[in-house]
């Protein structure tokens, strides 16, 4: 028996094991696995709280049927699909193929972008710095959603926000960090997802992820790198390119529909590139700059986490003054760079020597010059996962990795 909490991420386990089936051309075992995950499918959205969340699973329950009666009719004609009604947490849903095949498939390709509020699991706290930027982003949107009384009349909320400013310099975690703060769900979007390659697809994917989010408010879209979809018109546009921008312009106005609790957040590193008419419905522009030398500081001591380490805060301070220039995925390569640095020793040592310490009840090999009193020839390949003692990081550790990750 599945414990219930785990419904629904079995449900999902085997219903990629039916996905697989059907793109090997198995319809019959990738029709059995629909269906069982089906069963798991309905058992987790009798326990789902999150009313987001049950429309989600609402909607996969649609999209699984729908192509398990379509298996069931090509596998044998004299067999009737399943039909009637299935009831989903009081909402009476049909599968017998009324809806569109082809927009199924389209929401169920952007149901892959939901994150969901918990499914960002970033905070403000997981963010070094950029103050501003987190102050006017709980203006702008956390304190519309969880006090709508105060936006009434003339008060309203922002409906479009634009992060621009150098690259990695956090203006996805701040999207993130304002969905998990906001309590809402979270539209992941890049270029990629609402591009096809088939005339009409590209317009109507605009469509109807506006339609998702309107369906699952409180909702917030981001679009990463928004540039590379709305980039100025002219002579040389296509006309899918034409009609996407021209689509995303006239669901961004809401026109004839309540986009109260709907936010898109675009994020670019080139703003001036965006078409001018695009950018005007991006009524609120937040700058994230590069990282100060206190946010640097605190960047490295969050990227370290709870891998021993022998820097002091003034050594990290240290480090800090020294990469002035740096964004935070910069910071983030060094960091990575220097935890290697202890591996790199070992994998590299022809001596260790035993060590004892409080944590260990027994003796632990630690990398070593030839020239040690204690040492002994040995090569890492020679220890057992346990005896191998773990280095710590050490300053001289950054420094080397300073000298070769350089600022992008």
Not at 39 to 56: T, V
Not at 75 to 83: D, E, G, K, Q
Not at 227 to 252: C, H, I, N, W, Y
Request: net charge negative.
């Amino acid at each position: 028996m599945v414990p219930r909490q785990g419904t629904l991420e079995k449900a999902i386990e085997i219903v990629q094991h039916a996905i697989e089936h059907d793109e090997a051309q198995n319809h019959r075992l990738a029709c059995k696995e629909y269906m069982d995950a089906l069963d798991y499918f309905m058992l987790a959205l009798k326990y789902e709280k999150n009313e987001q969340f049950k429309l989600l699973i609402r909607s996969k329950i649609d999209d699984y049927l729908g192509r398990a009666e379509t298996l069931q009719k090509h596998l044998s004609a004299s067999v009737t699909a399943h039909s009637g009604v299935i009831q989903a947490g009081g909402v009476a849903k049909r599968v017998d193929g009324e809806e569109d095949p082809e927009t199924r498939k389209l929401r169920a390709g952007l149901a892959e972008a939901i994150l969901g509020a918990a499914g960002t699991n970033v905070t403000w706290d997981d963010i070094a710095g950029l103050d501003g930027a987190k102050y006017a982003l709980k203006e702008a949107v956390v304190v519309p959603i969880k006090f709508p009384h105060l936006f009434t009349g003339k008060r309203k909320p922002w409906k479009g926000i634009l992060l621009y400013g150098p690259p990695g310099t956090g203006k996805s975690y701040l999207a993130k960090a304002v969905a998990t703060e906001a309590k809402s769900t979270f539209f992941s979007i890049s270029s990629s997802d609402l591009v096809s390659k088939w005339q009409g697809d590209s317009e109507k994917l605009v469509k109807h992820l506006f339609q998702m989010a309107r369906e699952m408010k409180p909702a917030i879209i981001f679009i990463d790198e928004i540039d590379s979809m709305t980039g100025a018109r002219g002579d040389g546009d296509s006309d899918a390119s034409r009609r996407l921008k021209t689509e995303f312009l006239v669901q961004m106005d809401g026109v004839g529909h309540d986009d109260t609790g709907v936010l898109v957040i675009g994020a670019t590193n080139i703003p001036w590139q965006i078409d001018a008419s695009i950018k005007r419905r991006f009524q609120k522009r937040i700058y994230i700059p590069l990282p100060t030398v206190d946010a640097r500081q605190r960047m490295f001591e969050l990227h370290v986490g709870l891998t021993p380490c022998e820097l002091t805060r003034q050594e990290y301070h240290s480090m800090a003054e020294k990469t002035e220039g740096y964004s935070g995925a910069d910071i983030s390569i060094v960091v990575q760079d220097a935890l290697m640095q202890p591996i790199r020793k070992f994998i590299a040592a022809t001596h260790f020597k035993p060590v004892l310490s409080n944590e260990h009840s027994r003796a632990k090999w630690m990398a070593c010059s030839p020239g040690d009193e204690d040492a002994v020839e040995k090569s890492w390949s020679d220890l057992e996962p346990d005896e191998l003692f773990e280095p710590k990081l050490t300053l001289k550790d950054f420094m080397t990795a300073l000298e070769t990750c350089a600022p992008v």
